[in-house]
Structures are given as structure tokens and as C-alpha cells.
């Protein structure tokens, strides 16, 4: 295990199948993540990836940023750092060159742009969910609130779908 992985409980274990996983993704490297999580922050995807050959990092979205796990291999050549966090708010641009055997997502701000290599085929899914939380940070939760509330009284959500979002808006507020 490297120092982001952790033996995971049987909760971490329910939450990791429920998540969205792209590539080689194990449950002791989700499970490591919950401790440099904030209180309101929650994993929606992990996902293997390369930032050179033969170099496995980890690509966690969550609902405030996006955090690049570094292996151990790229710290000890003093390439990179270990962790690298990038707010969904700076990012600029998100472009995907789809190759044969990965993908190279890059993933622009000010400060630098950063290259990841996805599995083959998902760099697409992976600028798509990265786009999909940029958006849901710029909506208003209390008006988002009041929507689903509205429908809710129409019937056109359940009972338990109103609760799961709302719970996710009021995290936001």
C-alpha cells in the first residue's frame, strides 16, 4: 500500500461500489482519501491515470476540486509533488486527445496545465463529470432547493430522490 491507500471499513467499502470508477481504481486508495477530505466534500470519481509512462497516479473528483495522487515513483525523482489539488473554480480549459491505448486529458489554469493519461476511452467521461460539477458550483443550492421541492409536490420525483439531492444542496449552502 502507498501512503494514500488504507484497509478500508465496510462502510468505505458500500460507498466505493456506489462511486464512479474509471479504470484500475481500488477500494484501499478511496478509502485513504476520506481523511483529506473536508467536512462538506464528497468523492463522485476516481480514476487511475499516468502523468508519465509506467507512473499509476489517482484522479479523485469531488464536489470542490480536483485531487491528483502522485506515486511514490514520481516523488522520489523529485518530478512532482505528491498531491496536487485543483479547484473546479480555476480551472480555464479541459481538452481530450484520444489515443491509441489511453487518452491524454489536459486540464488547464492559470498557474500550469497539467497532462493525465486515462484509460483508453474515457478521457471524454472523465472532462464530461469534471464539466457536469463545474456547473452544478455555479447554480444557486437554495434556489436549486426550491426547485426539487416544487417538484417533488408534482410528483415527478420521489420522496427519497427529493432527500438525496436535498441533502447534497444543503451540504453546498
Do not use: W
Amino acid at each position: 500500500m502507498t501512503d494514500f491507500e488504507k484497509e478500508p471499513t465496510e462502510e468505505e467499502k458500500k460507498d466505493f461500489e456506489k462511486l464512479e470508477r474509471i479504470g484500475e481504481a481500488e477500494v484501499d486508495e478511496y478509502s485513504g482519501l476520506q481523511e483529506r477530505l473536508g467536512p462538506k466534500e464528497k468523492v463522485l470519481m476516481l480514476s487511475t491515470a499516468e502523468m508519465e509512462e509506467d507512473n499509476k497516479s489517482i484522479i479523485c473528483l469531488t464536489n470542490q476540486r480536483i485531487i491528483i495522487f502522485n506515486s511514490d515513483k514520481s516523488r522520489l525523482l523529485g518530478k512532482r509533488n505528491r498531491f496536487e489539488d485543483v479547484r473546479l473554480e480555476n480551472i480555464m480549459d479541459i481538452e481530450v486527445e484520444e489515443r491509441k491505448g489511453f487518452d491524454v486529458v489536459r486540464i488547464e489554469t492559470e498557474e500550469k496545465e497539467r497532462k493525465l493519461m486515462a484509460p483508453e476511452g474515457k478521457g471524454v467521461k472523465i472532462s464530461g463529470l469534471i464539466r457536469e460539477q463545474q456547473e452544478a458550483q455555479r447554480h444557486d443550492p437554495a434556489e436549486q432547493l426550491e426547485k426539487i421541492g416544487k417538484e417533488r409536490e408534482r410528483g415527478n420525483i420521489t420522496e427519497e430522490e427529493y432527500q438525496d439531492k436535498k441533502d447534497e444542496l444543503m451540504d453546498r449552502i
